[in-house]
């Protein structure tokens, strides 16, 4: 098997991922061996309760860079790429890439070098961007306090290369949560010394070594907060590309600081926890969004680079909570119409519901790949809305936003050129009366304004105010002189004026559906 660090010099490719760059980007993560199969099957099993390889691989991933690029992403975020720990365990087998056993190798069942490095050079032909997850943290073993290494683990093959075994017990201590293990008995996770200069000058070699080989544009890094944050300024350095770090905490006070003296953007769990809980029912509380944004600004030094996400393959998915489109439709745009860089885990699109891990990490190719299908449709006006604010201001990525909650159940988000109103009143709402004050929002009197979703045109009354009847679906609004392509493929009906805007609030509930409907038979002709 080919070495990660022996392959070849650099890659022509795309341009690596600046901090500036990657605010730009959107991203679709993937679970490697759950995304598509070579073969192209569509029918082959594949059991989440199993816990087994499934078959998918990376060069599946290329065969299917149309279905992603079609919903607007330019970045795709793939699975863990080392050799993994082999066999049957209690916890099922390694089929997510996150149980590393000889990191100087790749996983085998993923496919070749040379297939990674087609994949790369895939995206690269078609402007769009490679993300690998990293796990630098640990190992995985079949055993713990019994766990001997060996020379199957590659460069760490001698015990002083680990810290002695100890479960992590306390998550309030920081030192057991950076020196002791995660796991269990069944798949225990040696934790690595990262304090020792030899296991720091390995990872750091690695790391260059990885984005050099095959050309990466960015990396996720998992389990950061199980090492001291004194080790990823020189990692990260020494990557030269951009990032994004799974600090699995939802105190914004404990995060943030791991952007200030880490530099690591982290993914902003902060908000996904009040995210969930304020849309996944009628009664959640929205002002516990608002708040949490406030204290976000606080406590990062950049908001603007967080990882902003409502699924992942950590999580039971939010449909798994609720089966409302609405309360759906709204959570789902919150990650696209707000600070920070948007990411969207793959069959979001296609309205998976599996609850924790291992049931939120099913087979894609069991749904088909409909490019047609209401929330793939949707997610492809959300990315064209981001991209028409961001050709409409050189600023919007770096704006931060403004958050009010003009109702108990709507959700104000201001980043100009883009203002969204969210809603979780759900499916069943009555209207509700919302103000866009001109201050908000910057429109001038008279300016016609247009929703990016449902493609309703508005106008503002004579101070550029906008008064809008607020139903169950969220607004995307922009200027109508910034809409760029936005809605060219759907000749809008619902239309009015702020002083008809009861009319416009009526339809909006059904109207969204049947223009991503009436979007979806037009991209079929080309998709």
């Known amino acids: ?140 073993a079949t ?19 680990f810290h002695p075994f100890c479960w992590i017990s306390d998550y309030s201590n920081q030192t057991n949560v950076e020196y002791c293990w995660l796991g269990d008995d069944e798949v225990a996770l040696p934790d690595l010394d990262t304090e020792s200069a030899t296991v720091v000058s390995y990872w750091n070699e690695w790391i260059a070594g990885l984005v050099a080989n095959y050309t990466v544009d960015a990396i996720r890094i998992d389990t950061v907060k199980h090492v001291p944050q004194t080790f990823w300024p020189a990692f990260v350095a020494a990557a030269g590309v951009a990032n994004v770090g799974e600090v699995l905490d939802g105190d914004a006070s404990y995060v943030g600081p791991y952007q200030t003296n880490a530099s690591i953007n982290p993914f902003n769990y902060p908000i996904f926890y009040p995210l969930v809980r304020g849309f996944n029912e009628t009664s ?48 789902h745009a919150y990650p696209f119409v707000t600070d920070g860089v948007p990411y969207l885990y793959y069959g979001s699109e296609d309205g998976l519901s599996g609850g924790n891990d291992p049931d939120n990490r099913e087979a894609l190719w069991l749904s088909g790949y409909s490019t047609t299908s209401t929330m793939y449709q949707y997610f492809r006006r959300l990315n064209a809305a981001r991209s028409a604010a961001a050709n409409a201001s050189s600023t919007f990525y770096t704006t931060q936003m403004a958050l009010s909650n003009p109702t108990s159940s709507t959700l104000l988000i201001a980043k100009p050129p883009l203002i969204s109103v969210l809603t979780n009143a759900g499916s069943s709402a009555s209207n509700q009366s919302v103000t866009i004050d001109a201050s908000t929002s910057g429109w001038a009197a008279g300016t016609t304004v247009i929703d990016a979703v449902g493609c309703g045109t508005y106008t503002t009354d004579s101070s550029g105010n906008l008064a809008l009847e607020v139903g169950s679906m969220p607004l995307v609004l922009i200027n109508n002189s910034e809409k760029g ?16 805007t009861s009319a416009a609030g009526k339809v909006r509930a059904a109207g969204v559906a049947g223009v991503l409907a009436t979007a979806a038979l037009a991209a079929a002709s080309f998709m």
């Open 485 to 500: 392509t936005l809605c060219a493929d759907y000749a809008s009906t619902n239309s009015s004026s702020s002083s008809s």
């Open 284 to 331: 959640g509380d929205l002002t516990a969004i608002t708040s949490m944004a406030a204290e976000i600004k606080s406590e990062f030094s950049d908001p603007t680079l967080l990882g902003s996400f409502l699924n992942n393959h950590d999580n039971a998915r939010f449909e798994n909570y609720t089966s409302d489109s609405a309360l759906i439709h709204n959570a």
């Open 1 to 140: 098997m080919l070495g990660l660090l022996s392959l070849l010099p650099f890659l022509a490719g795309a341009a690596a991922l600046d901090d500036t760059a990657m605010r730009e980007r959107s991203v679709y993560q993937l679970v490697t061996d759950r995304f598509a199969l070579a073969n192209g099957s569509t029918t082959s099993a594949c059991s989440t309760s199993a816990r087994q390889y499934c078959g998918g691989t990376w060069a599946a991933v290329s065969d299917k860079l149309d279905y992603i690029q079609g919903m607007g992403f330019d970045t795709v975020w793939i699975s863990p790429v080392v050799d993994n720990i082999g066999g049957a365990t209690g916890e099922g087998e390694a089929y997510h890439g996150y149980w590393s056993l000889d990191v100087s190798q790749l996983n085998a069942n993923f496919g070749t070098a040379d297939d990674l490095v087609a994949l790369s050079s895939a995206l690269h032909a078609r402007g769009m961007y490679l993300m690998v997850d990293v796990v630098i943290n640990h190992v995985a």
């Open 143 to 161: 055993s713990s306090s019994t766990f001997a290494t060996s020379s199957s683990y590659g460069p760490f093959s001698v015990q002083d290369d």
